[in-house]
């Protein structure tokens, strides 16, 4: 059984043995048996690499939250003032992923930012075609979408 298998199943024992069934009971378990993993598989190369995806993970997390708030700061803030800042277009990106599932993952990202939305990829998936509310500098746009798939390159990689 994988890393992430055994994080599980040691969760779910702590949730059952402890007999509080919520949410938070679980978050505990999952982070207490993270825990004693990182601590009894620490010499085993199989658990190393679990127990080193995770620090990216969470720091993963928080840049797509920090996102995701400034996404929905400006759209508010355009929905909410009398004059309509939007400059709506559609930018291609050209794509280093290459598989089926991490495009998949980039794309819906993207869509799930208030602003863009994923319209398209080539049928031979090296661009992925975006409409965005506000495309102002599309160098700059460019940029934070490379950014975003260098994340999840490292994040899947």
């Known amino acids: 059984m994988k890393a992430f298998g055994w994080n599980m199943l040691l969760a779910l024992a702590w949730v059952v043995l402890s007999g509080t069934y919520t949410i938070s009971n679980l978050v505990i378990g999952i982070l207490l048996s993270y825990l004693v993993l990182a601590y009894v598989g620490r010499d085993k190369p199989t658990f190393a690499r679990y127990f080193g995806k995770a620090p990216r993970i969470v720091n993963f997390v928080l840049f797509f939250i920090w996102d995701l ?7 508010a803030y355009d929905v909410l003032t009398p004059t309509h800042l939007m400059r709506p277009g559609v930018i291609a990106i050209p794509l280093d992923l290459k598989d089926e599932g991490g495009i998949t993952i980039l794309a819906n990202l993207i869509t799930a930012t208030p602003g863009s939305l994923t319209l ?38």
């Open 120 to 157: 398209d990829v080539s049928s031979d998936r090296r661009v992925l075609y975006v409409h965005l509310m506000y495309l102002e500098d599309e160098s700059r746009q460019l940029a934070e979408f490379k950014a975003l798939e260098a994340r999840v390159i490292d994040l899947l990689g």
């Open 69 to 75: 708030i400034k996404s929905n700061a400006r759209v």
